[in-house]
Each structure stands twice: as C-alpha cells, then as structure tokens.
C-alpha cells in the first residue's frame, strides 16, 4: 500500500465523520417517518431542519480522501483508468445489489410502496448512475438515497479526466464545477443537466483542496481548529433554516468542509471512540441499507405502541440501533465480500490498492 495510503487509514477521524455522516442521514429519515406514524419527537423540527448535513459532510470527505490517496499519481491515462475502475469496484457492488432489491420488492409486492412502481427504464437508470425521473416524476433513482451517488460517479469521471490530461489536478476540477455551478444558474429544467450543473458538486472541491494541504503536510493549529468548529455551528444555525439546493454549498458544504478541516486537525488530540470507527467502516452499508430498515422498524414498533406511549425519541433510537446493527451485518456479511470478488476480476492492480478507501 502506498505512504499516503497508509497514512489515511490512520486517520481513525475520517472514519469517525463517515460514521457521524451516516447516522445523521439515518436520524432525519427516521424522525420524518416516525411523526408520520404519530409520535412526537422534541427535536423533531431541529433534525429537519439540519440533519441532511450528513451528505454534505459525506461529499466533503470523498474529495479528501480522493485528492489524498491520488497525490503522488502520475499524470497518464493508465493512472486515471485505475482510479476509476478503483471507484467503480468501491460503489457498485451493494449499491446495485440494494437496488435490485428494491426492484424485486417493487415488482413482487407493489403495493407495498403506495404509488411507487416499478419503471424499466427508470431502473436501467438507476444502474447505470444516470440521473432520471420516477414514475413519480421526482428526479430521484430506484433506491431514493442513490441520488448522492449520481453526483459521486460525476466526480469521479471528472476526476479521472484531471488525472489523465491535467498538470495542476486542483485547479483544473475546481474552475470545472465553479463554470457548471454557474451554468446551473440559468435554470435548466432537463433532470440531467440540472444534476451536472448543480452547485452541490463544489462540495467535493472543498474536499479535494482540504485533502491536497493535508498531503502537502499543511496543519491547522488545535486553537484554529476549535473557531472553525464554532464558526461551522454558527453559520449552520444561521443559515441551516435557510437552506435551499442553490445555496446548499454555502449553508451546509462550508459548515461541512470547516468541521471535516477541524476533525482532522483534532486527530491525535481525541481518543475517538472504536464504535464510531466500526460504524465509519460500515458507513456505505449503512447509508444504503437504512432505507429498509427503518420503515420495518417503524412499522414493528407501531404495532407495539398502538397507544403511543413511548416517547418518539425512544423509537427513533431503537429504529437508529436497529439500522447499525443491520448495516454491519451487510458489511461484513455482503459488502466486504462482494467488494472482494469485483476487485478479483479488477483488470488494474493499482485499483486495488484505491478501491478500499
């Protein structure tokens, strides 16, 4: 594995914000379906109002860990080909594996699903990361969390694309999605298009030049990194409530890219939990699985508590726990190993070094 490899890995707080990602998107999804069922939850409005931050770290943290495991690669199209085989070897495996899940449940038991059903070619769209309209006319995939990983695979083949033809790799993606970012602005309404021109993608950029100081061995202070984690819950109390798509990358990807700025500079002065370490590792599983767990967990819990006496907040919990124990269950019990026979059939050795990150 090489250095900078090596020296990510030790970066237990990466995977702490993986896990602190991952958690958060599962809390406002639970809390959303759990007033629907009729509890109430305190902090319900607080969660809707900041919980989907937990994205916007996730982008933050992919274009660092991409910008620093790829600092040392070579300009060549060898180079970007391995990068991308890497990524494609990392995401497919449980997300088309999920998805077909959802389609077998769509087309076994529709009704299931309300008004959702089941469209080929929507489902071919989901597959091949290709943003597409439901039967619903929403802009969102099969497994409705899947829309992040739209975004990621544009990254990434932008990325690949700076690797193989760009001498300054940070310059060249930043002006990219800074000129698409202000394409967007004219207000396509093509689903596609406005997915590509969204400026939600400069969110990795903020990741990718975080990542390219750190490889470069640029360090925040431990004071400086305690007023960036200030500012971020400032600005996010501030402009969270106000938070829409266009804005997005000010209102939650700056908070983000501040906290994820600090986390790494805390690194060796927080004795981070080794749950949180064992959730960021099942982080991917978990984002992907708790959109079935969650409602099944719900449900059972509506019928124990027909009467609702226990508080919301304690069956948000419980759907919470159930998901990560689920979720690391799929990590070990499928991810892993489906993670291993795709880079087994992986036609670049350097892939293979890349694809665990």
């Keep these: ?89 990392r ?39 290709v943003p597409w309209r439901n039967p619903l006319g929403e802009p969102a995939p099969v497994l409705n969390v899947g829309w992040t990983l739209n975004y990621e695979m544009w990254f990434y083949l932008v990325y690949a694309a700076a690797i193989w033809i760009a001498r300054r790799r940070v310059a060249m993606i930043s002006a990219f999605f800074c000129a698409t970012s202000l394409l967007g602005l004219i207000g396509v309404t093509n689903v596609v298009l406005r997915t590509y021109t969204s400026p939600i993608v400069l969110e990795f950029v903020f990741g990718v030049i975080i990542g390219t100081l750190y490889a470069r061995r640029v360090r925040v202070s431990v004071s400086a990194a ?72 719900v449900k059972m819990l509506d019928m124990l508590d027909t009467h609702r006496r226990l508080p919301g907040s304690v069956i948000c919990a419980v759907s919470v726990l159930l998901s990560v124990c689920v979720a690391l269950l799929c990590y070990h019990g499928i991810e892993k190993p489906l993670g291993r026979t795709f880079r087994t059939f992986s036609p670049s050795r350097g892939s293979r070094a890349l694809s665990a990150d």
């Design 91 to 129: 995401i497919i495996p449980l997300y088309w594996a999920t998805t077909s899940f959802f389609v077998a449940l769509l087309i076994v038991a529709p009704r299931v699903f309300g008004a959702a059903t089941f469209s080929l070619s929507h489902a071919i769209a989901s597959y091949a990361f």
């Design 1 to 89: 594995m090489p250095a900078e490899h090596h020296a990510l890995h030790k970066l237990k707080s990466i995977q702490v914000l993986r896990a602190v990602a991952a958690l958060l998107v599962v809390v406002f999804h639970a809390s959303a379906n759990i007033v629907r069922h009729g509890w109430t939850i305190p902090v319900a409005q607080l969660i809707a109002s900041y919980g989907e931050i937990g994205v916007d770290i996730f982008f933050v943290v992919s274009g660092f860990v991409m910008s620093v495991t790829t600092s040392n690669m070579p300009r060549s199209a060898q180079a970007a080909r391995a990068f991308i085989v890497s990524r494609l070897t």
């Design 226 to 297: 305690f007023v960036m984690l200030a500012v971020a819950l400032a600005a996010l109390w501030v402009l969270g409530p106000r938070m829409e798509d266009a804005n997005r990358f000010v209102s939650f990807g700056m908070p983000a890219a501040l906290v994820v700025t600090a986390a790494v500079a805390l690194e060796e002065r927080i004795r981070w939990p080794a749950w949180l370490n064992q959730v960021g590792n099942a982080s991917y599983s978990l984002y992907l699985t708790h959109v079935f767990t969650v409602p099944v967990a």
